[in-house]
């Protein structure tokens, strides 16, 4: 069974373009869960799709948003590209809901340089 | 507020020796789940395991055990005969069902496994 997907795998942008990353889970799959990574905040919850519906959303800006098909693929797009936004980001996919309720499986990662 | 706190940042030991790895959590919720990851250099974490806070039995796979103790509000984890590829960060983790279903992620701790 293949595991989660996530392309580009490194991607070098610059301050205020935007980005879309892209995530396929594992299949049957049907939850997918968005976190960022960087050294000064370790990781952290961006937002969880379920069934092509935003379930839970992180604290984070309305420049992070993102959507789910009805194949379960999810993407994230951010707009207006900031410094801060440099980070490793993961996409994790889950049989149901994400959260505490079921085992998440991560892919390994977009890495996202803003220069 | 939802609060995990790894206090080790980095540890380093001689192959064979035991480690074990701290976590403690701060929550106001009395059903909870708590998990450990491990995140190798290749960037994709790897689920460990998911514990409720109904279930304070320590748990052991292989080399791996875990040490749930609710009085103490800790979740540690140990491997014994330590191995080199056991060199990964290694997150606690704390979710809890009655809020918001966020997983928060611990600042993780690297560990060294020297040959």
């Known amino acids: 069974k293949a595991g989660v997907t996530q392309t580009p795998r490194y991607l070098i942008k610059t301050r205020g373009q935007q980005v879309t990353l892209s995530c396929s889970p594992i299949s049957g799959h049907r939850s997918v869960s968005w976190y960022q990574q960087t050294p000064g905040q370790g990781l952290q919850f961006l937002f969880e799709y379920f069934s092509e519906t935003q379930r839970n959303k992180g604290n984070f800006p309305g420049r992070f948003s993102g959507r789910q098909f009805s194949n379960s693929r999810s993407e994230m797009n951010v707009s207006t590209l900031e410094l801060g936004d440099s980070a490793l980001y993961l996409c994790a996919s889950s049989l149901g809901r994400g959260g505490p309720y079921n085992e998440q499986f991560f892919g390994p990662g977009t890495r996202l340089t803003v220069l | ?115």
Request: hydrophobic letters at 35%; a negative charge.
């Open chain 2, 1 to 115: 507020a939802q609060k995990v706190t790894q206090a080790q940042t980095e540890i380093s030991v001689v192959e064979k020796e035991d480690v074990t790895l701290d976590c403690v959590y701060e929550t106001r919720d009395t059903t909870y789940y708590l998990f450990w990851y491990k995140q190798p250099p290749s960037g994709e974490l790897v689920f460990l395991i998911r514990r409720n806070s109904f279930d304070e039995q320590n748990e052991i796979s292989g080399r791996y055990s875990w040490n749930f103790q609710k009085s103490t509000s800790s979740f540690n984890f140990t491997i014994t005969a330590s191995q080199v590829v056991d060199s990964a960060v290694y997150f606690c983790a704390l979710s809890d069902e009655n809020r918001d279903d966020k997983i928060i992620f611990g600042k993780g701790t690297r560990l060294h496994i020297l040959p």
